[in-house]
């Protein structure tokens, strides 16, 4: 079963995923980022420039050759079912991404913003519902990844 974790108080949502992103590179993990298309794109150029002595290899979903969605660790795309990777999901998108239950491990990030954790008391019950056991990261109380 999908291992479910909640990062709560993320300061930077786009900032946070790409010191999440290189802590799971750094450990070999392939991961797929769900969004809406306008965090992606803010993501992407992230991962080019968030680290001047770092290259973190990436691709968007859409538009990327099958043989680059396979090679990538990380890939970037609005919805997780066309994956090429099932083994980290990182949700930075507001409502429960379709398909996760594939995965292994899925991360949802939850900036302090109230709307934001609003929908994420949504998604939380949609997994507890269904029987996920969930570990709760509240960044208010601790270090940042």
């Given amino acids: 079963m999908t291992g ?3 990062h709560f108080n993320v300061p930077d949502r786009v900032r946070y995923a790409c010191r999440l992103l290189r802590k ?3 450990t070999g993990a392939k991961v797929v980022v769900t969004a809406q298309s306008g965090v992606l794109r ?3 150029v992230a991962l080019w420039t968030f680290a001047p002595l770092e290259f973190l290899p990436h691709c968007q979903a859409v538009g ?7 090679a990538s660790p990380i ?3 609005e919805s997780a079912t066309a994956s090429p ?7 930075l998108g507001t409502a429960v991404p379709e398909g996760f239950e594939r995965f292994e491990r899925l991360i949802d990030v939850v900036t302090a913003d109230e709307d934001d954790r609003q929908q ?3 998604r939380w019950k949609h997994y507890a519902d269904r029987g996920y056991a969930i570990t709760r990261h509240d960044l208010a109380t601790k270090e940042a990844v």
């Fill in 24 to 26: 799971a590179a750094g």
């Fill in 75 to 77: 890939v970037l795309a």
């Fill in 64 to 70: 990327a050759a099958p043989a680059v969605l396979a």
């Fill in 42 to 44: 803010e993501l992407d």
């Fill in 85 to 91: 990777h099932h083994q980290v999901l990182v949700n």
């Fill in 120 to 122: 994420a008391r949504l």
């Fill in 4 to 6: 479910v974790e909640f």
